[in-house]
């Protein structure tokens, strides 16, 4: 369970975690967090604990009350997220290497020549969409093209 301290001075607030109920990185980056509003120190005063120490910056028009509020509530979130990145860890990794495999461009001339194309499966076309110039456009038969050369004359 957390504790919260706030020195003689008033101007200081201090927090102990219990790293068993909150990961070391959710601590770190709930600490992060708060750099623009106040000075952090980070300790260790036991083994299962962190000391977490949140002294104001000149201007900052806020209660130690609210910044404990604030801190322990950025806490959650950021042990929620990490909960969430290790749940997701398989998911992130093929969405990573997929983008990566992507950027990469699309193959090389060597990568062209290295692939093997004589397997006839490589160019099924069941639709019969795919055609060769040269069967699009062959000539036509030798009566076909007597009648066009008759054609041409008239």
């Not at 000075?39 to 980070?42: I, K, N, P, T």
């Not at 104001?56 to 028009?61: D, N, S, W």
């Given at each position: 369970?957390?504790e919260v301290?706030?020195n003689?001075?008033g101007s200081?607030?201090?927090?102990e975690l219990d790293e068993g109920?909150?990961p070391?990185d959710?601590?770190?980056?709930a600490?992060y967090?708060?750099i623009?509003?106040c000075?952090?120190?980070?300790d ?7 000391s977490?120490q949140l002294k ?6 806020r ?13 959650l ?5 990490s909960?969430i ?10 969405v990573?290497?997929?983008a990566?495999?992507?950027?990469a ?5 060597d990568?062209l020549?290295a ?13 019969g969409?795919?055609?060769s110039w040269e069967d699009?456009?062959q000539?036509?038969s030798?009566v ?9 004359g008239?």
């Open positions: 369970m957390s301290q706030t003689q001075e200081t607030l201090t927090i109920l909150y070391k959710a601590i770190y980056s600490a967090i708060f623009d509003r000075y952090v120190r980070l260790r005063p036991k083994a299962d604990k962190i977490v104001l910056k000149e201007g900052v028009e209660s130690l009350d609210e910044m404990a509020g604030e801190f322990q509530n950025e806490l979130t950021q042990a929620w997220r909960q990145v290790d749940e997701s860890q398989s998911l992130i990794e093929q990573t290497t997929q990566l495999a992507g950027a461009g699309p193959p090389g001339l990568d020549l692939m093997d194309i004589d397997d006839e499966s490589a160019f099924d076309d069941p639709l969409i795919a055609m699009k456009y000539k036509k030798g076909d093209e007597k009648s066009d050369a008759s054609k041409e008239e």
